[in-house]
Each structure stands twice: as C-alpha cells, then as structure tokens.
C-alpha cells in the first residue's frame, strides 16, 4: 500500500477547515441554539493566561464536535485569526498514525507568534495521546490546545496520570430536560418562570399544561440525550 502524501494531508485538513479560504462564509452549527454548558467551557477553552490543553469529554452523538464547531465561530467573530486556528478528527484514517506536532505546520501561520488554536476531535484514537499532548503543551506557549474524546473513563485516567498539571477537563453530559424542551422549540409555552420578590428567593416553575410537560418528558426518556435526535425528526421515526 502506498503511503499517504502530505499534499494529500493537507488537501483534507482545508477540506476541514474551510475558514482557511472562506472566512466569511458561516460554520453551519453556529446557526444552532448553544447547551447551557458551552459558554463555561468556552472561557475554560479560550483562556490564553492558563498554559493548559482543555479536554471536553462526553459519550459519542452528546454534542462535542457540534459544540467544538460553535466554539470556532465565537472565537472568529471574537476577532480571532481564522488562519491561526486547525481543527483536525484524529479518527480520519488520513491521519492514522501522525504525530500531534505534524498538525502545528500545517497551519498557515505556523511561524507566526501570533496565538493560535489547535483541535484534535476525538484524540483517544492516537495511542499514547496524553504523553504527545503534554509536550506540545509545554512546547508551544502561544498555541491554545483542546481535544475531545468519547472514552471518557479511559481518557480521564491518563489525564489524570500523564497531564498532571497541563489538562483541564471539561465534561459535557446528554441534553438535560431543559436544554430538550429548549432545543425543541417547546420550553416557553409549556412552562413559566416566576420570579419571587426579593432577589435572594430562587426562581420556581409552573405549567399549565401538565400532560404536555409530561409527553414531553417521555419523548426526552426516548431520544433526549442527543442533540441529533431532538433536532432531527427524521431520527426519531425511523428508531426502533
């Protein structure tokens, strides 16, 4: 079998980071409602001032890539150089076997001292991942490293033994009831947030449509977890 060239490599990784060449053509998920969880990971994930690599783990379909995407979008329309930022899927077979550090020059920018971002989605498929992670945290001051990973149990164990110090983990759990009723569109019309006086009360919830609420929470036990499921119906009536 022949090897994979690196003029093949990086036709794929600008196939992946289509912000390269088309700056103001906008990431697809960013049009999407954000999880209640993305704007704490995204100061964890943009914190420059921290030299540590951000690891958003989650089971596989949870929203991690979806989120990742989003999180591309906020930085560039932050004002963030979309040239200084890389996102690559670790589990594309292209990449089988390839060194971390090989992704740092094939930014366009790679010589710059400008900050930059650097992504490896689903990074548990590099065998000793946490040992290359490392050292590119300690290697590169100006770059700011985040992974996610769908083995959670395997990937916090070696954060915890290889990346003392140098990972921060963020844990991104299947869609709450809330963040279903949301993401359907539906939240606002079956229940009512009252507001007590007095600024120390804590807010409660009403409905008035109890057998709706409660249809609605059957549905979420069947297809809540995944943001897929909820936001595609096409999911929902071809599932067993």
Known sequence: MQPIGLEDIRRRIERDNPWWSHSTKPISEASYRRRV???????????????????????RR????????????EAISDGFDPHSILFASIDAPIYSGMLLEK??????????????IIIFDEIQYLKNWEIHLKDLVDTYQNVKF????????ALRLKSNESGAGRF???????????????FSGVHDELVEIRNPIG??????YHTENIDALNDQFITYLNFGGYPEAVLNQSIREHSD
């Not at 992704?103 to 930059?116: G, H, I, M, Q, R």
């Not at 985040?146 to 149990?153: L, Q, R």
């Open 37 to 59: 969880y993305f704007a704490p990971f995204k100061k964890l994930a943009l914190d420059f001032s921290v030299r540590r690599a951000t690891i958003l783990l989650g089971p």
């Open 62 to 73: 949870v929203g991690k890539t979806f989120m990742i995407k989003q999180l591309i979008h």
């Open 103 to 116: 992704f740092v020059s094939l930014l366009p920018t790679p010589d710059t001292f400008d900050p930059k």
């Open 146 to 153: 985040i992974a996610t990973g769908s083995a959670a149990a």
């Open 168 to 182: 921060s983990e963020f844990m991104l759990p299947p869609l709450t009831f809330y963040e279903f009723l949301q």
């Open 199 to 204: 600024s120390d009360r804590i807010k409660t």
